[in-house]
């Protein structure tokens, strides 16, 4: 692809040489002659100066004197966007592995890709270009939508919904029994886990996460959300749309998460929590159960405060030993 | 099933419609008229006094005038107890996928279920009507109870022992190496793992969790202990029995935890720790190696101490800043 | 094999029945008289003297007057010796399972063990007596060594890159795309995760751990490091060599870690952060983006700070009710 028809495609202002070939994408550092590559910021321009990509996305603001480089208003973005155009998508072939277990009650869209030894359970629907790796396991009557990728390995509990380009990692299992049990005569008693797991459009789950389904009512991930890695989400949580949850965190039994919420890596959210639109939650935050956190608020620490308080009160607690000398030295002279 | 059959069952005191068919089991919020529910508490009652429900489970002391309504000792235990009258067991069909891959030596009994692409290998003994769902890979001269259900996708390692009404969610990983190395010669050198895992009646482990098997010892699960999805248990752990350990928790080598011990979620214990009978653990706490918990303690924090103690200097901590700007303003005037 | 045999291969010193015929390896407490143990440290010495064990690895300055022991300068890493020479490793039948399907194009050496249902994709190359478990997926173009172990149900994404004598743990999945997302117009765009995840020699990783593959470079794991059950490990992370990494802790993306670094359970590594070699950072600790830590340091607490600091800090803390006393009675005192 030329430089000049990718400026053309990303709507930006080329300088340059707009002849050049470009056949991938890479990073500012790697990025060779045949590569295109972004810049964003200040360090980055700086790196940018000294790369051998053939050709850099900037900042409108920015110039790269010397460079073949082309300005756009999101220099990153405009890269997603031209990957999509430069790379070729790994092909799947649509159809069943011969070694595909797929019951005769399941409704496939006819290019749908079942990969090899995967199981596919009755009563299963799966709509247009889904594809499901090797050794994916659907349980029954799960209902899974268009242009979804459910990599190698990933497990489906029975009567799970997906909606429409979800991607699922490996290792991810959606709809296990959540965590509940009464304690009566000495031991604990296993309670019903009767109710489902939807998962809407357009969200993404890292590898060998998992997902509880509901006790009595449903635990539901809204559309647009991202969950990383490792990730814990029990039984009745609702989770908002385009909310962002980093690797290791857990979120506990019956909580609700807004929209846009943003959670760190390794954050313990407490039952029956509340965090509503907006708000950002610190990597490693612990949340006790029956919390709100209001809209739009940033908290950090165990259990969890304010980020400007956290900060303050970290920086008090650094200069505690210098305190207490103080107060000793003030106690001595008083007498 | 009609209500005065279940107030029956449950022995409790019927208010109402006896002859209403009940059909399922739903939250007090969602149920509708062929429904059963529960409201235990204030609040919970409230709610259930304007639920559609067909009858709800209230604890013995209340009263929902104009609702059918059963009055049991435990609403939410009774409810368990309905749910097994009520609801249909998914059925599993007893018999070997075709798919499956077992060995002419394993012992199943006769009733067993063995999922598609399972793989049971060599002298591997299964008890009476356990099922074993699609993917499973069991290890050469496993031994597993009656009664088990492992979901699709579960892993155990050779040797492992699994006791009866053991059920084990998809993913999990039993039996694996426990990480030991000796240090020496600048590298590590990998410490034989020869012991086994041993679970006990009655356990619940979540979904992909890891237990290790011992290094040359046993790591030990003891009987009606529940154990969330993700939860690492190192090599040599023992657990005793009916304890709680909450999702994300991780038990270091060779630490022994009580009975009716309860950890929260992302708890972590160092090695060689010794948490005794009846005590709490505060969701993400940490306590360091070799520590003792003494029986029916409480505690929090990193690292973990007295739950009390924890809040008291929580509080404190919080009016930190203002101790520092009081102690300036003394040592202002004393001079 | 002989007592006196075992002390020849050990380089040891013999004392007691060099005659004894030794069959197995067994812990100080469980060993009987056919067993090999070994007591490090006073304590296990104690104990040691009261074994049952068949012959005892003790250190060269101790003795164990009454048993059979043979005295070595490292008696833990000389029980790895002998375990080695004692015990016969599990036998793995090279050869492909009939059920194992593995494209046209892999080049596997004739001495490779493929696990039924194992999925080998195309161009796959894979070295000399490689074993490879049941159910294990390997996407295409995948290099994996010599001697490597894959146990049952590992996971490696395509284009993945694995050294010699690596062992990896059922579950792990390695090369899922990283968590990138650009925000613009409302939601979350998926930023390309083109690049690789590169494991070198003798790396072991545990079960159900993840590693993710670079966004536009490679995420690296250097030579001889150990990582342990589900661990995270994002996009572009380099790990040295002969790192050890505990359970359940999460590395961000992009950070790089040195030689011989060890980190604690459950720790939290942000994104660009670099902690330099032989640095030790003690269980659940934080250490937010961007931080170095400097060569050879310790780290405790979240955030992170140096080990002395933090439990000069924690006392300091714990006395912060009484200092508030105490700055009460001076404030009356001074009126």
Redesign the interface.
């Known amino acids: 692809m030329k430089v000049a028809a990718i400026a053309l495609l990303l709507d930006g202002k080329l300088a340059g040489d707009g002849e050049k070939e470009i056949a991938g994408?890479?990073?500012v550092?790697?990025a060779g002659p045949a590569d295109l590559?972004f810049a964003d910021g200040e360090r980055a321009l700086n790196r940018a100066s000294a790369s051998a990509a053939g050709c850099i996305l900037i900042p409108a603001s920015a110039a790269l004197p010397g460079k073949t480089a082309i300005a756009v208003k999101?220099p990153?973005?405009a890269?997603?966007r031209a990957?999509e155009a430069l790379?070729a998508k790994?092909r799947v072939e649509a159809g069943r592995?011969t070694?595909a277990?797929i019951a005769e009650t399941a409704q496939l869209a006819s290019d749908v890709a079942v990969?090899?030894?995967a199981?596919i359970e009755e009563r299963v629907k799966v709509g247009e270009r889904t594809v499901m790796?090797?050794?994916v396991?659907v349980?029954r009557d799960v209902e899974i939508g268009a242009d979804c990728i459910l990599?190698?390995?990933v497990?489906i509990?029975?009567r799970v919904r997906i909606g429409a380009r979800v991607?699922v990692?490996?290792?991810?299992?959606i709809g296990?029994?959540g965590?509940g049990?009464?304690f009566?005569d000495?031991?604990?008693?296993?309670?019903?886990q009767?109710g489902r797991v939807i998962i809407e459009d357009?969200v993404?789950i890292?590898?060998?996460?998992?997902i509880?389904r509901g006790?009595?009512?449903d635990t539901i991930i809204g559309a647009?959300t991202?969950i990383?890695?490792?990730v814990?989400i029990?039984h009745n949580v609702h989770i908002g749309r385009?909310a962002?949850i980093?690797?290791?965190t857990?979120i506990?039994g019956s909580t609700v998460i807004g929209d846009y919420v943003v959670l760190g890596?390794?954050v313990?959210v407490?039952d029956r929590v509340r965090i509503e639109t907006q708000s950002v939650v610190g990597?490693?935050a612990?949340i006790?159960s029956g919390k709100i956190i209001r809209r739009g608020s940033a908290v950090w620490?165990?259990?969890a405060?304010p980020m400007a308080?956290f900060k303050?009160?970290?920086a008090?607690?650094?200069?505690?030993?210098r305190?207490?000398q103080?107060?000793k030295e003030?106690?001595a002279?008083?007498g």
């Open positions: 994408i890479a990073g550092e790697s590559t999101h990153k973005l890269l997603i990957a790379l790994p592995h070694s277990l990969g090899p030894n199981v790796g090797a050794g396991v349980g990599h190698p390995r497990t509990y029975p991607i990692h490996s290792g991810t299992v296990a029994d965590f049990y009464v009566a000495g031991r604990h008693h296993k309670f019903p009767l357009d993404e890292g590898a060998n996460a998992t509880d006790s009595l009512g647009g991202k990383d890695n490792l814990q029990a385009h962002v980093a690797a290791q857990g506990s890596g390794q313990g407490g990597a490693q612990g006790p620490g165990t259990p405060r308080e303050k009160t970290h008090a607690i650094k200069s505690l030993p305190l207490a103080k107060l003030l106690q002279k008083v």
